[in-house]
């Protein structure tokens, strides 16, 4: 019995090793980042319901639209996704880009942690004009785009990059697009609420609230 013990050991850490390598070859987080399915505006991932919360990817995508007539956002020559957004209704609507800085989804050469320089812009989709965009001052920040947009027309929102370099322009980030805020009913006796339902996304503004703590 002790000798058959002797011979299993072995035999089962060689086991052992060869499924680890095996497993390794195959890791999904060991293959190429996938290009993002909404690489184009005729794959734009459709935006039908708000308040959107959406995460996203720009890696290894194609770089589309690379100059708009909007200002600092006319040279654009990051990799650049899209999504279609049809408003319900003409009204002002809300449009905020939140880059994730933490983790970049790939590895890049250099001597610090690559900072997300991603931009976002909105343009009318049959004509192609550009309606509005932003561009943080600060890379790694939140760009938010107030916009007014009209009611049954199409729009593409666009997150790109102003970066030339490759490690500062690809990154993941979360979008979110819901009707801008009218007033602000936030106080102590007319509290905003926040709806049961998740994913959601609520904004707001300090514009005519009143000091109550």
């Not at 690809?170 to 994913?199: H, M, Q, Y």
């Amino acid at each position: 019995m002790s000798a058959q013990m002797i011979r299993s050991r072995p035999l089962g850490r060689s086991l052992a090793v060869v499924s680890i390598a095996i497993a390794c070859a195959v890791s999904p987080s060991m293959a190429a980042f996938p290009r993002p399915l909404n690489d184009t505006p005729a794959t734009a991932e459709l935006i039908t319901t708000i308040p959107a919360v959406l995460t996203g990817a720009n890696v290894n995508g194609d770089d589309t639209i690379s100059a708009t007539s909007l200002a600092g956002l006319t040279s654009v020559t990051g990799a650049d996704v899209f999504y279609s957004f049809t408003p319900p209704a003409t009204g002002d609507y809300w449009l905020t880009m939140i880059p994730w800085v933490e983790v970049p989804v790939y590895a890049s050469s250099g001597g610090t942690v690559p900072v997300p320089n991603l931009c976002v812009y909105v343009r009318e989709a049959d004509t192609g004009t550009f309606v509005a965009g932003s561009d943080a001052n600060v890379r790694g920040q939140p760009d938010t785009v107030v916009t007014t947009l009209t009611g049954g027309v199409e729009y593409e929102i666009v997150v790109d990059s102003t970066e030339t370099v490759q490690r500062g322009q690809e990154f993941e980030f979360t979008l979110v697009v819901n009707a801008a805020p009218v007033g602000s009913p936030e106080d102590c006796f007319t509290p905003g609420l926040i709806p049961n339902e998740l994913p959601t996304a609520v904004v707001g503004t300090l514009t005519g609230a009143v000091d109550d703590v």
